[in-house]
């Protein structure tokens, strides 16, 4: 996930939305990344209840556990 977020030389933080650093593509490719490096599938619904770094947290969180 840092790779991708240190590409764009940004600082963000837990409660920033995504949307103000990447568009919906980015967040395609970003969801495909986490998919690929975590061994997870997020649905379409979880994807599009991704609005900040922290809901992005969350998630995979859960997915890791329930694996």
């Not at 379409?44 to 997915?63: C, F, P, Q, W, Y």
């Amino acid at each position: 996930m840092m790779n991708v977020l240190s590409v764009m030389d940004i600082e963000i933080q837990l409660e920033d939305r995504l949307k103000h650093y990447m568009d919906s593509m980015d967040k395609v490719e970003f969801v495909m990344m986490l998919e690929k490096e975590f061994n997870i599938l997020i649905s379409d619904k979880e994807i599009s209840e991704i609005d900040t770094l922290e809901d992005v947290l969350n998630l995979l969180n859960k997915k890791v556990d329930a694996n």
